[in-house]
């Protein structure tokens, strides 16, 4: 009975044991994420490193420390993260979205091209953002009718009924506003998206962006403010937005264009696209 008693209560302690690890592991994902999402981004950066190093072969972990790498343009060091991972974990597509943007960001097109595909093939769980940069680069590199066909893809991904996340529904708002450039109904439904988008994930800040975006293509300077605004009032050193900002202000011919750029620049310094701005 005595023996008995005694496996009983080490059973009891070593699940005590446990629940605080899993809190403690749960807290540290969450609080990177706030630090990237409110672009606190050393301290993401930092953060996902550690519980990297502590689960080699987490996901989420991986994901997040190569995607904050990404946003502050360190391009090299985050393709280095995402083919670790791939190594950690052999035949893994999860992140093979992001080694393709890195990539990308690199000039190294066709290694892009290549790593966007195997997400696909994974398939992995964020294959449908994979399908966007894909498309996307098939139209910047001018295979115009091939990356309308692709984008074309997305109103079935959309209508199939399955429940998209956030994440896929800003992807499907993407395709839907490059097809827009040869149909300008389909706006409204690019729209429609990003709102969808935000509603499944308001702490998304991603289809915020986009819609401030798409509002200023559309000549709506006030709508794309009021977008741009908010998402600066939660991460105000994000560098799409702020270049976004920077585009209103001069759209409106007010001042304060050049200085959201160089605070675009503080955060990534290799962002081409602020660079040509300022050009």
């Known amino acids: 009975m005595m023996a008995g008693y005694r496996l009983l209560l080490a059973t009891v302690l070593a699940a005590a044991t446990l629940v605080p690890l899993v809190g403690a592991r749960a807290q540290t994902v969450e609080e990177a994420e706030s630090a990237l999402r409110t672009g606190r981004y ?9 519980l990297a190093r502590r689960e080699p072969t987490s996901i989420p972990a991986a994901r997040g420390h190569a ?8 391009y090299r060091r985050a393709e280095e993260v995402a083919r670790e991972f791939s190594r950690r974990v052999p035949g893994s597509a999860e992140l093979s979205n ?6 990308y960001a690199q000039g190294a097109i066709d290694q892009a091209e290549t790593a966007f595909e195997r997400s696909l093939a994974g398939p992995a769980s964020d294959a449908v953002e994979a399908r966007l940069n894909l498309a996307v680069l098939h139209y910047e ?8 066909r692709e984008f074309d893809a997305f109103i079935d991904i959309y209508n199939r009924g399955r429940s998209l996340s956030s994440p896929e529904l800003t992807a499907v708002g993407t395709a839907v506003r490059h097809l827009a450039r040869q149909d300008s109904r389909l706006y409204r439904d690019a729209l429609r998206a990003y709102d969808e988008a935000i509603a499944a994930d308001p702490s998304n800040l991603e289809p915020r962006v986009r819609a401030g975006e798409l509002f200023l293509e559309k000549y709506n300077s006030a709508d794309a403010a009021g977008e741009l605004e908010d998402v600066l009032q939660v991460n105000p ?32 310094p290799n962002y081409v696209e602020a660079h040509a701005f300022r050009a």
Do not use: C
């Open 98 to 103: 992001l080694l393709g943007q890195a990539l």
């Open 237 to 268: 050193a994000h560098p799409r937005a702020l270049l976004g900002k920077a585009r209103q202000l001069r759209f409106d011919g007010a001042p304060g264009a050049m200085e959201m750029i160089e605070r675009a620049l503080e955060t990534n």
């Open 42 to 50: 050393q301290e993401a950066i930092d953060l996902f490193s550690r």
């Open 141 to 148: 590199r001018g295979q115009v009718d091939r990356a309308m």
């Open 67 to 74: 995607r904050a790498l990404y946003v502050v343009g360190r």
